[in-house]
């Protein structure tokens, strides 16, 4: 079957890690149903003859204005899709949109008119933001982690920095790869706009990774695979905490000189 992508190794191999980190998502056990979404800013790939294609879709309204994603591009999980499902074929489970000028709409132009997933307003915000800042960041991921969002069912780690403190304490890597820690968001209604608006307020705050008390994490890098390394390296230290207790004892943690050492050592910020 033609695909946008066909002869576009850039633009392919940018949704290929979009399919390969779906996977991981799915095996992992974060993805139950049609759980979680992943938006990525593909706009530097973008060639003359992909502006010129004609749109599968009238323009459709994004629910918002966002003045910094003009003429943008994304590749957006479908809305309703299943993780596995875009890891096996993601143009037919995901889509390619542009937004149109104005920037309170946006038209579907390959490879299926597969509308886009329900968080897009709110995914689409963050966007904008990092534009804003000037950021590198082009991706976006929310997924479903099991042992963090176990831990949002505790007052303790929901603490400002408490989590991130325990975390960064039971291996190195965590503070090594990252480095901003894990923001904390008081539960609220899945896709509402304060949910969105608090994400970004505490993106803002310097995270990378913000958790969704009760429901999962919201994560941003540079690429899809690296918004989920620093997922998943913060949920293999909730592991470790876990199978400490589990044999019986409060982990001890790496203290704060071991954890400020590495921190000079890396150049690491906070
Ligand atoms: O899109 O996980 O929170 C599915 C979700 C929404
Ligand atoms: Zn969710």
Redesign the pocket.
């Known amino acids: 079957m033609k695909s946008i992508l066909d002869k576009r190794p850039a633009l392919k191999a940018e949704v290929d890690k979009v399919a390969e980190v779906a996977g991981y998502l799915w095996q992992k056990g974060w993805a139950e149903r049609?759980?979680?979404?992943i938006t990525v800013n593909i706009t530097e790939f973008v060639d003359d003859d992909m502006r010129a294609l004609p749109a599968l879709t009238g323009p459709r309204p994004i629910g918002k204005t966002l003045p910094h994603i003009e003429g943008c591009w994304f590749f957006c999980k479908g809305?309703g899709r299943r993780m596995r499902d875009l890891a096996r074929n993601p143009m037919a489970n995901g889509s390619i949109i542009r937004i149109l000028p104005g920037c309170g709409s946006y038209e579907i132009v390959a490879d299926a008119p597969v509308a886009p997933?329900?968080?897009l307003p709110s995914h689409l915000a963050v966007h904008d933001y990092l534009l804003t800042k000037g950021s590198r960041y082009r991706a976006s991921l929310?997924?479903?982690p099991i042992e963090l969002v176990a831990l949002t069912h505790s007052r303790k780690w929901l603490e400002k920095d408490a989590a991130t403190r325990m975390l960064w304490s039971m291996i190195p890597e965590t503070r090594a790869f990252c480095p901003r820690g894990l923001g904390m968001v008081p539960y609220m209604l899945?896709?509402s706009v304060e949910l969105a608006e608090a994400t970004i307020r505490t993106l803002e705050e310097d995270y990378d990774v913000v958790m969704w008390e009760k429901?999962?994490v919201f994560a941003v890098d540079t690429d899809i695979m690296d918004a989920f390394d620093q997922v998943d390296v913060l949920n293999k230290a909730a592991q470790i905490y876990i199978a400490a207790r589990g044999m019986g004892f409060e982990p001890e943690g790496m203290n704060d000189v071991q954890l400020r050492e590495l921190g000079e050592a890396f150049g690491l910020p906070k």
């Open positions: 049609n759980g979680g979404n809305t997933t329900s968080e929310h997924t479903h899945p896709s429901h999962g």
